[in-house]
């Protein structure tokens, strides 16, 4: 009887620390600013002497692993 509620406790326990279930957006990624390749616009546009205005910044899909 003592095994089955210290069986009972630990599970409780345990089910109090499983993670958060996966949501769409973990699973299709964050959609964000791609830094590297504006850095890159940003200095082949100064080696040309031209200006850079930005509308829309190039995006990046980070995925969640």
Known sequence: ????VLAGIASLLLAGCAP???TRADYDGLRVCN???MDQVERQARRS???VYWYN???VTLRVI
């Open 1 to 4: 009887m003592r095994m089955l």
């Open 57 to 59: 910044c190039p995006k």
């Open 49 to 51: 002497f031209a200006e």
């Open 20 to 22: 958060a279930p996966l």
């Open 35 to 37: 830094p590297d390749v």
